[in-house]
């Protein structure tokens, strides 16, 4: 049982460890593949917000593989993004075409069920632009929404999150040092930040949209982030300065896919 906040019930994080990439980014498939079932009979569709960066390909790839792919039901399946780096979207280093290459374009999903931040116009166009389509997807269906009404949102309550962690801390386009981010009403914000050689200038959504999350699924691996990794999970409120430790969505549930050489410095 979870510590309880307010009237809920807060949700220990859960960790999974894996030898390699390829094991977790099969049980993270098949766990996503039971999420989206789970949704589409509870409420019809499913929402999934997907991340960038390296460690998701393998997830996307199998998620594409024949074995899998009838196995979500794509029709009723929307796809957002959590981040974008602001360029074209058939530039290298968008995250839409990640997702597109590696995913979207091999598998049915309606072309209207794909809600990308348009990120070849400038980021705070880009960021009020996913405000009004997140805004729109929760107007009734006369509308050309999904009539969520969830408490008169102006973004829905995502079924599953894909979110990975930088070395830093960072997850999605939440940067440490950001701090006004944290308490923004906004939807979606610009921001700039220098990290790995990636385009500086991006667009991410903010806290209150990924804490609004049923699931939220860390995927990490690598050496490199073991010691971040280490500082996240033992990370306690109300001290908690790095991004990736302060995703713990009031009533739902984060699940970290965490490889042997990110997870060499935890507890055993
Ligand atoms: C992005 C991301 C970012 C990413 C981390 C981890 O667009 O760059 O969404 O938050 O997930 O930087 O990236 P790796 O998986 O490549 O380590």
């Not at 199998?62 to 959590?82: C, I, K, M, N």
């Not at 049915?108 to 990308?116: G, M, Q, V, W």
């Not at 990975?164 to 944290?182: C, I, K, R, Y």
């Amino acid at each position: 049982m979870g510590r309880v906040c307010r009237s809920y019930v807060l949700m220990p994080p859960q960790l999974l460890t894996f030898d390699h990439l390829g094991s977790l980014s099969r049980v993270a498939a098949e766990m996503l593949v039971f999420q989206a079932r789970q949704a589409i009979e509870e409420r019809g569709f499913f929402t999934l917000a997907l991340s960038g960066g390296s460690t998701p390909r393998g997830l996307y790839k199998t998620l594409a593989d024949v074995e899998y792919v009838e196995q979500v039901s794509w029709p009723q399946t929307h796809v957002f993004w959590g981040d974008e780096r602001c360029v074209p979207p058939d530039h290298e280093e968008s995250n839409f075409k990640q997702a597109w290459d590696l995913l979207l374009s091999k598998v049915p999903i309606p072309e209207e069920n794909i809600y990308r931040m348009r990120g070849e116009l400038p980021p705070e166009e880009t960021a009020a632009d996913y405000a009004r389509q997140l805004k729109k997807f929760c107007l009734p269906a006369p509308l050309g929404g999904r009539g969520l009404g969830w408490g008169g949102v102006d973004f829905p309550r995502f079924d599953v999150v894909l979110l990975g962690m930088g070395t830093d801390g960072h997850t999605a386009s939440l940067f440490p040092g950001q701090e006004h981010v944290w308490d923004q009403p906004a939807v979606a914000v610009a921001v700039t930040a220098n990290y790995a050689g990636r385009p500086a200038p991006r667009v991410s959504l903010t806290p209150r949209v990924f804490n609004a999350a049923r699931q939220v699924f860390f995927l990490v691996a690598g050496a490199d982030k073991a010691e971040m990794l280490r500082q996240v999970l033992d990370a306690r409120p109300p001290s908690m300065p790095v991004p990736a430790s302060r995703i713990r969505p009031e009533k739902g549930r984060v699940t970290w896919f965490v490889d042997r050489e990110a997870a060499s410095l935890l507890p055993a």
